[in-house]
């Protein structure tokens, strides 16, 4: 297991990496990511550098690197550490519930840490914190007897939905009086040639609560189907 690899799994039995050169480790690890965090949920993934975490602790870029590697490895540290899964409810009834409980969960830690959506599937991490959200979502799959064919097309819907919806959620909020005017005027001048569109129901009538009320229909008709393919589907204790 390569250093980095040993620093994602630092907490979960891998044993971590200690500067070879120079005086000994003087930082710490999950002190280094909380700042870097701190200045990602702040600012942007741009306001993001080895220069600027280091100088939170009056240290060189130089210095950081024996802690953290690449800038690119401090991304992904900080992409597994953000990612921490909450307890999940596991009183769950029916698979709607189940995956309306594991869908939320990921939607607010996106919410708290929006830099996350910024970065691509091809950036997975395959750390510890990461690959809770896969298997607890597979268990949701396993518990409700959800047909094999049909669980790897619906992590890539769940997956996707979350994530679109909890990017618009954190564009909204940033929209200023003047933005939202902006978007009401062009919003109404849109002409007559589209009456679907313009007949298509509002899913809420505060459209602001609209990106979590999107993902919550979405996970009730996804289950909806997947029940409807498994006729048989039941929990399974």
Known sequence: MDDHLKRLWRHRGATLPTPRRGPRQQLDLDE????????ADASGLEAVSTRAVAARFDKTAMALYPYVGTKENLLALMQDQASAMPALSVAQEDLAEGLSGWATALYEVYLAHPWLTERSWAQATQGPNEQDWMEALLGVFERFAVPPASRT?????LYATVRATAQTAAAYSRLTDADLEAWQAGAAAVPDAYPLTAALPAITP?????PRAGLLAAVNLLATGLQAGGPHLSRRD
């Open 153 to 157: 097309p619906a992590v890539t819907m």
């Open 32 to 39: 280094i990511l909380a700042v870097a965090i701190s200045l």
């Open 206 to 210: 505060n459209w602001q609560d609209a």
